[in-house]
């Protein structure tokens, strides 16, 4: 039995993403790689249905294209030694795409291919953004006191947090400008808000909704401070710099989702009024 179009898109993709395990001095960035497959999961879990009636085929040249931009970024990843990061995912998204659809398949993915611009975009603002020195002195001291209050002693100093193990220890971590979350709120913020643009919600809605998505965002990251300096009092410096690393991933993707359930039930108009799902439906060639 044939494999419908969109279950072997799926496939493919998952198949692109996976092989620079494979191939001998590239590898996965595995950070930018655990958000973006986070993001497309979560996407492709709410339109799953609209993605199943694509009919749309890619010809003989489009094959061709899209697998010469998948084969051609490993190519530069491999000359380089570098890992597969978050352009490069980026870019074999497109090219299966193009691979599975043809050029068309694109305007009905613009939605997850502009949350992968997004994502790029936040987190190469750390090079051009300043550091924000109030903003790690005020976060430092929202975070200790936060925390004394749960019982764990720890004093602040600027940007610097001291606590003390429970034998005594003292640990000294430092609420770093990437520590801010600014990035990471401008990226997500906008990732909580971008999926109901597609539903053409009026301006009175839609700002209201931008600011729920990057408030939210920025409480999230407050939450995940908290965690990350728990982790380091509780269960010490190898699972709390584990967690520094990926718990807030886990946790900004959950606050997406959230939002995205709460937008669509309360926040957007009556389904009457919302363009159908059909905007993904094309008609074969």
Known sequence: MELARPNLF???LT???LLPLAIPNVGLDVPYFFITVLVLSAWFLIKWDSVKQITLRSGPP???VGAIMIAGDYALNYLRGSNVGILDLLVIFLG????????RGLKLFWVPATYGIILLAGYQLENIIPNYVALQ????GVVTSIINVLGVHASVHGEYVTMYLPNGTPLLLDVASACTGVQGILAFGMLSTMTLLDLKPKLSRLIPLFAIGFAGAFLINIVRLIVVFLTFEYLGVDAGTTVHVYFGY????V?????????FKYLVPPIGALPTQTSLITKPR
Not at 137 to 140: S, T
Not at 250 to 253: G, K, P
Request: net charge negative; proline share 0%; hydrophobic share 75%.
């Open 62 to 64: 489009e094959v061709v």
């Open 255 to 263: 606050w997406v989702m959230t939002f995205w359930a709460l937008a």
């Open 15 to 17: 198949a692109a993403y």
């Open 250 to 253: 886990l946790i900004f993707i």
């Open 96 to 103: 299966t795409i193009i691979f599975s659809f043809g050029v």
């Open 10 to 12: 799926i496939l493919t």
């Open 137 to 140: 002195y005020w976060l430092a």
